[in-house]
């Protein structure tokens, strides 16, 4: 059974950082392809960043240049780096994993709340 826990969350002020962490378990973490969503209210959720299970990354134009999503395979735990925070950050950020070759669906964590302040 696939569990991810999301943690790191919380409030900043606009123009701040903040560190997510994604920590999975049941899986072997190096075989999946990792994802960050966000959905604030009232809008559907978005896709913020990926990461392979080989490493190679791509962003949302939203975040690019402000976000960087890593993982670490030996702590079985994904991150997403966030600077540079906006106003319209503010979302619920979920993360996901998807097995390599796979057709099935994403299995997804209970999300974490982030809020921006202006």
Known sequence: QVVLVESGGGLVQAGGS????CAASGIIFSS???DWYRQAPGKQRELVAHITSGGST???NSVK???TISRDNAKNTMYL???NL???D???YYCAATLDGS???PSWGQGTQVTVSS
Not at 18 to 21: F, N
């Open 90 to 92: 503010t979302a619920v």
């Open 86 to 88: 906006k106003f319209e």
């Open 18 to 21: 903040l560190r997510l962490s």
């Open 81 to 83: 780096q966030m600077n």
């Open 103 to 105: 057709s099935s669906l």
């Open 58 to 60: 791509n962003y949302a």
């Open 32 to 34: 999946y392809a990792m």
């Open 65 to 67: 240049g402000r976000f």
